[in-house]
């Protein structure tokens, strides 16, 4: 399974943000919004990621206060990013490594699309819980005469 197949999906709705924005503003976009991430663009190309995890360090790193600061100096600027191609191993993988739940989808410089964590997970349930579905109904139908399947263990 590819990336491609989460983003047909989930479609491609892109929550964006300049990094010269007011923190204050991306984060009350974020909060109308329910998101956890905002896409930092500037002349039509990927310059960073604003998640929440970037907007609470620096509300504690400043002692509650936001201040006037711009998303620039707050966002991520070195976001992981992986293809339409990806394999959603691949993916997963990456996230774990660098604990990033968010991460945009680029085909080469254009942005596509951006999934979480989460529509990684949920790919991989609805896999499983497809493939099980499969395998049930395989050995429900499974033909009278012909070498039946192993007993389960226990």
């Known amino acids: 399974m590819k990336v491609t197949d989460i983003l047909r999906v989930k479609g491609n709705t892109l929550y ?3 990094p010269d924005a007011r923190l204050a503003e991306a984060m009350q976009t974020m909060a109308e919004l329910d998101i956890g991430s905002l896409v930092v663009m500037e002349y039509g ?3 960073g990621m604003l998640t ?3 907007v609470i360090q620096w509300i504690v790193d400043n002692g509650g206060s936001v201040g006037t600061r711009h998303v620039r100096s707050v966002m991520d600027d070195a976001p992981l990013t992986c293809t339409p191609e990806t394999d959603i191993n691949e993916v997963r993988r990456m996230m774990l ?3 990033a739940r968010y991460m945009p989808v680029l085909d080469g410089r254009r942005l596509m699309g951006v999934i979480s964590f989460y529509d990684v997970a949920k790919t991989v349930v609805d896999a499983q819980d497809f493939e099980n579905r499969l395998l049930k109904a395989y050995i429900r139908d499974w033909p009278e005469g012909g070498a039946q399947p192993p007993a389960p263990p226990g």
Do not use: I, Q
């Open 97 to 99: 490594a660098r604990h």
């Open 45 to 47: 190309d990927l310059v």
């Open 16 to 18: 964006t943000v300049s």
């Open 52 to 54: 929440f995890r970037e």
